[in-house]
């Protein structure tokens, strides 16, 4: 039977589709062979793969390595499918990121055992190192830092080249450093070019990975020496910043509680122990505050603070005036009897608090804008200490303002200075009394709003403040505000450079003897208020 032309065309059509089909295989992609790879249930197999897609450069490698490591990658041995398991429930392809319907029953999640999890670890730092993302390409560098695998770090010099961001670049530079230190073929050359990175780095981590290297040739040792030798002195220099930073915040939180006090005690002659316990007033109604904020306007709670401020003011100053009306009045030139009244109103002040709110210490939260912390070289600044820190010196200088340029302020300084002389010019100086005093409780209670930021607000909070704030005022001169800001930033700093030598609680005494014995000296303070009253 002959053979037409028809059944020619036929046969060489069924020859051609039988050898592509037969070819589809060997046509699939290095990807797609990493991804079925996975299928296989061996944790070597499952290795290899991780090695492949980690340096494959495909954008679907990075998803497919997350849900590994969270036990959300499935594999079906008999089609060789790999399934990703989203957070929603569904289901992708994973080789080619398609959603599926479901996975397969006979798909059950790729296995991983201690040495996979370090090699998938390993993966995912070195495939966030080209995220779109300059955060996780510092932290994806910052973990290459750590790790210092050798594997990765042509991955990071791809990256390092393609970055533009100067800090991100300056953080792959540094892993790369530490990774070609720890590298065992990489010349001195290299390795000495690291060590200078690593030296500009300057900080502890930069310290610590030097100081632990071993089997360098002569050369790379000396210079890594020197460069131990030049961050250790830097780091010494930093932390006398730090420290400084440390004495500042300290000053600026003893400047806000003593600042009232300053004011009563320079104006009135009254001991007044009760004092620490308007601070703590000022942080229970900043609890309130956000505790009603909280439940009913939940999206004020980064204003909280704002709110609280003026009505802190508002609350401890009316207790301040009302115990300045009922009590202080009638002891006024009896210093000893104004110290035991006030320590008794202390007491019942923080039974009240302990009967309205318990015991226990309450929640007070950070707003955003005072939570975190930055740095300054090798300085770490927190924004809630940076804050009060502001907000103290613009409480400092409103006070300054309002006694300078009211008429309050005037007849203040007046009574302050010569209280009989102010009474024969016909200034009410019971009046000025009770308000000097609701202003000193005043602005602890704005300072117990500071103070609910950074300690812990319960009914001994005033406690801790009182007796610091005593030796503010009298070590810058009772009554003078420039005095005790001195005072305060003095005795911050300070503290804060004896706590290392000698601990917080020997520290602590070693300045309470320097002022004692400064007091000898000057008895009247840094400052002495100048007057005829004041000098008689």
């Given at each position: 039977m002959?053979?037409?032309?028809?059944?020619?065309?036929?046969?060489?059509?069924?020859?051609?589709?039988?050898?592509?089909?037969?070819?589809?295989?060997?046509?699939?992609?290095?990807?797609?062979?990493?991804?079925?790879?996975?299928?296989?249930?061996?944790?070597?197999?499952?290795?290899?793969?991780?090695?492949?897609l980690?340096?494959?450069?495909?954008?679907?490698?990075?998803?497919?390595?997350?849900?590994?490591?969270?036990?959300?990658?499935?594999?079906?041995?008999?089609?060789?499918?790999?399934?990703?398991?989203?957070?929603?429930?569904?289901?992708?392809?994973?080789?080619?990121?398609?959603?599926v319907?479901?996975?397969?029953?006979?798909a059950?999640?790729?296995?991983?055992?201690?040495?996979?999890?370090?090699?998938?670890?390993?993966?995912?730092?070195?495939?966030?190192?080209?995220?779109?993302?300059?955060?996780?390409?510092?932290?994806?560098?910052?973990?290459?830092?750590?790790?210092?695998?050798?594997?990765?770090?042509?991955?990071?010099?791809?990256?390092?080249?393609?970055?533009?961001?100067?800090?991100?670049k300056?953080?792959?530079?540094?892993?790369?450093?530490?990774?070609?230190?720890?590298?065992?073929?990489?010349?001195?050359?290299?390795?000495i070019?690291?060590?200078?990175?690593?030296?500009?780095?300057?900080?502890?981590?930069?310290?610590?990975?030097l100081?632990?290297?071993?089997?360098?040739?002569?050369?790379?040792?000396?210079?890594?020496?020197?460069?131990?030798?030049?961050?250790?002195?830097?780091l010494?220099?930093?932390?006398?910043?730090?420290?400084?930073?440390?004495?500042?915040?300290?000053?600026?939180v003893?400047?806000?509680?003593?600042?009232?006090?300053?004011?009563?005690?320079?104006?009135?002659?009254?001991?007044?122990?009760?004092?620490?316990?308007?601070?703590?007033?000022?942080?229970?109604?900043?609890?309130v505050?956000?505790?009603?904020?909280?439940?009913?306007?939940?999206?004020?709670?980064?204003?909280s603070?704002?709110?609280?401020v003026?009505?802190?003011?508002?609350?401890?100053?009316?207790?301040?005036?009302?115990?300045?009306?009922?009590?202080?009045?009638?002891?006024?030139?009896?210093?000893?009897?104004?110290?035991?009244?006030?320590?008794?109103?202390?007491?019942?002040?923080?039974q009240?608090?302990?009967?309205?709110?318990?015991?226990?210490?309450?929640?007070?939260?950070?707003?955003?804008?005072?939570?975190?912390?930055?740095?300054?070289?090798?300085?770490?600044?927190?924004?809630?200490?940076?804050?009060?820190?502001?907000?103290?010196?613009?409480?400092?200088?409103?006070?300054?303002?309002?006694?300078?340029?009211?008429?309050?302020?005037?007849?203040?300084?007046a009574?302050?200075?010569?209280?009989?002389?102010?009474?024969?010019?016909?200034?009410?100086?019971?009046?000025?009394?009770?308000?000097?005093?609701?202003?000193?409780?005043?602005?602890?209670?704005?300072?117990?709003?500071?103070?609910?930021?950074?300690?812990?607000?319960?009914?001994?909070?005033?406690?801790?403040?009182?007796?610091?704030?005593?030796?503010?005022?009298?070590?810058?001169?009772?009554?003078?505000?420039?005095?005790?800001?001195?005072?305060?930033?003095?005795?911050?700093?300070?503290?804060?450079?004896?706590?290392?030598?000698a601990?917080?609680?020997?520290?602590?005494?070693?300045?309470?003897?320097?002022?004692?014995?400064?007091?000898?000296k000057?008895?009247?303070?840094?400052?002495?208020?100048?007057?005829?009253?004041?000098?008689?």
């Amino acid at each position: 039977m002959p053979i037409s032309l028809f059944d020619y065309l036929r046969a060489a059509l069924l020859a051609i589709f039988m050898t592509v089909g037969v070819a589809m295989p060997s046509m699939a992609g290095p990807f797609e062979d990493a991804v079925s790879q996975l299928a296989n249930d061996s944790f070597s197999d499952t290795e290899a793969a991780v090695g492949l897609l980690a340096g494959g450069g495909n954008a679907q490698a990075l998803p497919i390595i997350s849900a590994l490591q969270e036990g959300r990658l499935l594999a079906d041995p008999a089609t060789k499918s790999v399934f990703i398991k989203q957070g929603d429930g569904k289901f992708l392809n994973a080789a080619t990121g398609a959603a599926v319907a479901t996975a397969p029953a006979s798909a059950a999640p790729v296995r991983l055992n201690n040495r996979l999890r370090r090699t998938v670890e390993a993966a995912l730092g070195t495939l966030t190192l080209l995220s779109p993302d300059p955060a996780k390409r510092i932290l994806a560098a910052q973990s290459a830092f750590k790790t210092r695998d050798a594997a990765a770090l042509p991955a990071i010099d791809d990256a390092l080249k393609k970055e533009t961001v100067p800090a991100v670049k300056r953080a792959f530079a540094e892993a790369r450093a530490a990774t070609i230190l720890f590298k065992a073929d990489a010349s001195d050359v290299d390795k000495i070019e690291a060590v200078g990175t690593l030296r500009a780095k300057g900080d502890q981590d930069a310290l610590a990975l030097l100081s632990g290297l071993s089997g360098l040739s002569q050369d790379v040792a000396g210079v890594a020496t020197s460069a131990v030798n030049s961050i250790q002195s830097n780091l010494a220099l930093w932390s006398i910043g730090q420290n400084a930073w440390y004495g500042l915040s300290l000053g600026s939180v003893l400047l806000l509680a003593a600042i009232g006090l300053a004011i009563t005690f320079g104006v009135m002659g009254v001991i007044n122990m009760a004092h620490g316990e308007m601070v703590m007033i000022g942080a229970y109604v900043t609890f309130v505050v956000q505790e009603t904020i909280r439940t009913r306007y939940p999206g004020l709670f980064d204003y909280s603070l704002l709110i609280a401020v003026p009505l802190a003011f508002l609350v401890a100053g009316l207790i301040g005036v009302l115990i300045e009306r009922c009590v202080i009045k009638f002891l006024y030139g009896r210093a000893l009897e104004t110290l035991l009244a006030t320590w008794g109103i202390s007491l019942i002040l923080q039974q009240a608090v302990r009967t309205m709110f318990g015991p226990n210490n309450r929640e007070v939260g950070n707003p955003s804008w005072m939570s975190g912390a930055f740095d300054i070289g090798q300085l770490s600044i927190t924004y809630n200490r940076l804050w009060i820190f502001c907000f103290t010196l613009a409480v400092f200088a409103i006070l300054l303002a309002m006694l300078r340029y009211t008429s309050l302020g005037l007849e203040m300084r007046a009574v302050t200075q010569n209280r009989r002389m102010a009474a024969s010019m016909g200034i009410p100086t019971a009046r000025v009394d009770a308000l000097t005093f609701g202003l000193g409780s005043g602005i602890a209670g704005i300072a117990g709003v500071a103070l609910s930021q950074i300690d812990n607000v319960s009914p001994n909070l005033g406690q801790t403040y009182i007796i610091d704030s005593f030796m503010v005022v009298v070590f810058g001169g009772v009554g003078n505000l420039w005095g005790t800001l001195v005072g305060a930033f003095t005795l911050g700093i300070a503290n804060k450079f004896l706590e290392p030598v000698a601990g917080a609680v020997l520290g602590k005494i070693a300045i309470l003897v320097l002022i004692i014995l400064f007091i000898q000296k000057r008895p009247r303070g840094m400052f002495a208020l100048k007057g005829r009253s004041v000098e008689a």
